[in-house]
């Protein structure tokens, strides 16, 4: 575990201090850390390459055109795919609605959609655009009380209503829930439905291997994984990428314009008109480089027993109420301290220099559904420590006690 504390020094921002007190970052699951090499990175970029992709002969154009590609190369070799079923996004937000716009032309008002009640709103609004649009209905899988989904009732949905699209979240951003994602997706095969995964927050904790998976579709953000806000990316199997409609229009995705019409690339091109982001792909180049250098298995268990370490030490506070699958779990806690308000706890643990999310997380629905106004959310990541947890322990004790008065 000394390897791990010593690449807490790759994180610069990690060594400020917010009012007057040591920052303690425990909101990873809103957007992770960069190392430096991340930062290094995007600046070598703008201080030495700055050029566009795809659209030179000259050596400063080849030169970021290659790296940019490679990249795409690195993403892929990463989720176990074809380079050629990567596509560059704005994040998982747009990723989403490039899939859920892509597919409405093939739904009608006999066709289900089937999402858990566990989704980020990114994984619900496009779905109920499509479903406006083209007459289809939304179904949804279940929780129970604590919020974990019901996994025999949800494959009993799919087997039921055979549902023309399956989109379920890898892990809850809000409990941290690690879902049986292969489960879900094999059950949506047997009916023939299309598989659409939010890896958004899976993706740096779990390492998915999309093969073995074997989804239609996976979405992810890079500043969740270490890499540059402003960047995400979409996979999908390639006859599936191309089967979707254009979701965007412009340079570089065209193969022919004439003033009457205008015919388009195949995937990844396809969706990638415009200048895309150089630095952000880059900079998520530096962040995959740097995850391929450390053992997977190793910052698992590391999370896994930081995680462990801030629940039992949650669980030792009368009053909290903790939500969620504590079983399985990426390393996110969301809880609330009896009824008191989560904004007004948060507001003072800022003032001791802890900062973590609080409010409903995007995903109003699942707020809704576990009977309350919003919670604190704990998001860990790797370049945590157990003094962070201390220090944010302290902190709580202290701030419940000026709320109890």
Known sequence: ??????????????????????????????????P????????????????????????????????????????AKFLSVN???????????????????????????????????????????????????SGAKIAIMPINKQGILDIPAAIAMIEDLKPKVM??????????????????IDAAKKVNAITVIDGAQAFLHLRPNLSQLDCDFYVGSAHKALGPTGLG??????????ALSVFKTGGEMIDKVTYESSSYREAPAKFEPGTPNISGVLGFGAAINYLNKLDPIVLHQYEQTLYSYCLNQLQAIDGIIIYGDTQNNIGT?????????HYDIAMLLNSYGIAL???????????????????????????NSHNDIDTFITALKSSIKLIAG
């Open 1 to 34: 575990m000394n390897i791990i504390a010593e690449l807490r020094h790759d994180f610069p921002v990690l060594s400020q201090s917010i009012e007057g007190q040591p920052l303690i970052y425990l909101d990873s699951g809103a957007t992770s850390q960069k």
């Open 36 to 75: 430096q090499c991340v930062i290094d990175e995007i600046n070598d970029f703008y201080s030495k390459n700055n050029s566009n992709v795809h659209r030179g002969l000259h050596s400063l154009s080849e030169n970021a055109t290659s790296k940019y590609e490679y990249v795409r190369t690195q993403l």
């Open 83 to 133: 380079s050629k079923e990567v596509v560059w996004t704005s994040g998982a937000t747009e990723s989403l609605n490039i899939i859920a716009s892509g597919v409405t032309c093939d739904l009608n008002s006999q066709d289900i959609i089937l999402i858990s009640a566990l989704e980020h709103h990114a994984n619900i609004v496009p779905w109920q655009q499509a479903a406006q649009e």
């Open 167 to 184: 989109a379920c979240t890898h892990a809850s951003n809000t409990l941290g829930n690690i879902n049986p994602i292969a489960k879900l």
């Open 233 to 242: 990316f979409l996979y999908g199997k390639f006859d599936k990428l191309n």
């Open 333 to 341: 806690i969301s809880f609330n301290y009896r009824d008191e308000h």
């Open 357 to 383: 999310r609080s409010g409903h997380h995007c995903t109003q629905p699942l707020i809704a559904e576990l009977g309350i106004q919003g919670t604190l959310r704990v998001s860990l990541a790797f370049y």
